[in-house]
């Protein structure tokens, strides 16, 4: 069925999808209904999917639901290396007719695609409920985020189609001149599991609707969130091996497709360690190959709040509460460091401590505060930092295992640590806020800026001018005052960090599709 076109002009202006309020009634019985009717097929055997074709596999990963270790989401399909050998074929092959469809039939999928996921979003957010412990205003957020980033892409790929009217090259007599951007070829798409839509749909839209194909390599903890957004896409009409659905071991499959010849590109969001050793593995050029292979890559954060001594301190202490532990303290942009000025750390630490008891903790699908971190092995991890943050610090809220029938951990606070502790240098990636004094407000930054790490950050104060040095001097990609450090909105903030953090992407800006094209210059005689 032919669909209608649309161009970025005839399109309505990009506007982020609201939030959904929960307290209405109304929307609290449609969450709890799509909640119900996701658990309704637990259990499910998914596929992995190769050029539209569906492969269920005799070794499977087992998804299971971290709030309630007993359940299990999903069987899913575990891919081999042949099976990404096949995979890589089959993006090949589709390769050379999708480059040629027209970037406004490309966008219009997209643009059906964030309709369609806007129709079902309880039904996407439930599954993040299940399958990675959001709780419902969290999950709500990320599929608004994903519905964000299939809208926005599909107006950025129209506008960049655009560019030769809406950014002239300079002209010069006697010459018709021209730029355009093509896509780049094959590439490996990997996102995270703590953002298990927004991330996952972000960066395989922002590939496909450039005219690339995509080897989607999910994280092994949340597959079936990345099945529905794939069997969105098919529903909406992507042709079979534009995007091929591989689950699997990244270390496996993982390193064979970065190291593939065909691989054009890879998308990555995760983890330093393993954006580092993908990093240096696209670096080697394999026999055959003809490029030098793309890699974006987002990575850790050891996230900050600095507070002066001018600052609300009620409204400080909310948001590094929020920001460390929102989601657990999952996040990238986690504010897992608190960076206080001596004249009122005191006050605030008691201020945190109190807001920190108040945190409510149980079963995601109750829609408590608090749910499970993602898995036994970060549940350890975890709870071997708090043992390490009793060395480092004072513990004044929180400290150990939580109740409850899945991976539950008490929202951990340390006062009194010192600038180069463990827990105010390394990722923890879990509900654990690492709290240090400073001199002045100078200091505080010098301490936030002492990480490897270069993502997030927030600086509380009334003064114009200890705003504007912290605004100069605070070295982080997404750096906001007065406000929490997590919670970018597409368009609005654009998001990625320095260093350690990554290849500041900036997902949801104006410039990221340029990571996806590849730009050509056309030049004739009049
Ligand atoms: N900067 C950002 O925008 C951003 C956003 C979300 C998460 N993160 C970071 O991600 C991490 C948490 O996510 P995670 O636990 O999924 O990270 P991870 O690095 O363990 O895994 C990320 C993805 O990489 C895959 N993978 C693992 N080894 C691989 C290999 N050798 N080759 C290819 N793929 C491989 C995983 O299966 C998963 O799909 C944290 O460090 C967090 O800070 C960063
Ligand atoms: N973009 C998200 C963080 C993504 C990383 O986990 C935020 O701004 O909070």
């Not at 007719?97 to 039939?105: A, L, N």
């Not at 993502?455 to 104060?461: A, Y």
């Amino acid at each position: 069925m032919a669909h209608p076109r649309s161009r970025s002009a005839d399109l309505p202006a990009f506007a982020n999808e609201p939030f959904t309020d929960f307290t209405l009634p109304g929307n609290k019985a449609a969450m709890e209904g799509a909640i119900a009717a996701f658990k309704s097929k637990l259990g499910r055997h998914i596929p992995l999917t190769i050029g539209g074709r569906r492969t269920l596999t005799e070794e499977r990963i087992v998804s299971i639901n971290p709030g309630k270790t007993d359940e299990i989401v999903g069987y899913v399909a575990k891919a081999t290396r042949e099976h990404a050998e096949e995979a890589m074929s089959a993006a090949l092959e589709a390769f050379e007719s999708w480059k040629r469809v027209g970037v406004e039939e490309r966008a219009d999928l997209l643009l059906r695609a964030a309709a369609l996921m806007r129709s079902r979003k309880h039904a996407f957010s439930a599954a993040m409920v299940v399958e990675a412990g959001k709780n419902w205003s969290e999950a709500d957020a990320d599929t608004a985020e994903a519905i964000d980033f299939l809208g926005f892409y599909a107006r950025e790929m129209l506008r960049l189609s655009e560019a030769n009217a809406l950014r002239p090259l300079v002209r010069t007599p006697g010459e018709n001149n021209r730029i355009e951007y093509l896509p780049l070829g094959v590439g490996v798409v990997v996102p995270p599991w703590n953002f298990p839509l927004a991330i996952c749909a972000g960066m395989t839209a922002a590939a496909i609707v450039c005219g690339n194909t995509v080897v989607l390599k999910p994280s092994s903890l949340t597959p079936v969130v990345a099945y529905e957004f794939y069997s969105l896409l098919e529903e909406v009409g992507l042709p079979p091996g534009v995007v091929n659905f591989l689950p699997g071991s990244g270390a496996d499959i993982g390193d064979y497709l970065t190291a593939h010849p065909r691989t054009r590109f890879v998308s990555f969001t995760g983890s330093k360690e393993v954006g580092l050793r993908i990093n240096k593995l696209a670096a080697e050029t394999a026999e055959d190959q003809r490029w030098i292979k793309r890699v974006i890559a987002e990575m850790g954060g050891k996230d900050g709040v600095v507070v002066d001594e001018t600052a609300d301190l009620d409204a400080a202490a909310s948001a590094i509460v929020a920001g460390a532990f929102g989601f657990q303290g999952q996040k990238c942009s986690a504010g897992s460091r608190a960076i206080v000025v001596e004249q009122v750390y005191d006050e605030i630490v008691g201020k945190i401590a109190a807001a920190i008891g108040k945190l409510t903790i149980g079963l995601p699908e109750t829609n408590a505060q608090i749910g499970p971190v993602a898995d036994r092995r970060a549940y350890d991890k975890i709870l071997d930092y708090i043992d390490v943050g009793r060395a480092e610090g004072r513990l004044i809220a929180g400290g150990g295992k939580a109740e409850g029938n899945g991976y539950y951990i008490e929202p951990t606070a340390f006062a009194d640590v010192a600038p180069q502790a463990r827990i105010m240098q390394e990722e923890i990636f879990g509900p654990v806020l690492a709290i240090a004094k400073a001199k002045d407000y100078k200091e505080a930054i010098e301490i936030f800026n002492d990480t490897e790490y270069g993502l997030t950050g927030s600086f509380f104060s009334k003064d114009e001018d200890r705003i504007a040095y912290a605004l100069e001097e605070m070295f982080c990609g997404n750096l906001y005052v007065n406000r929490k450090c997590t919670g970018a909105l597409v368009g609005v903030h654009p998001f990625g960090g320095f260093n350690m953090s990554g290849t500041d992407s900036k997902a949801g800006g104006y410039d990221y599709l340029l990571l996806f094209a590849q730009a050509k210059l056309t030049s004739r005689r009049r």
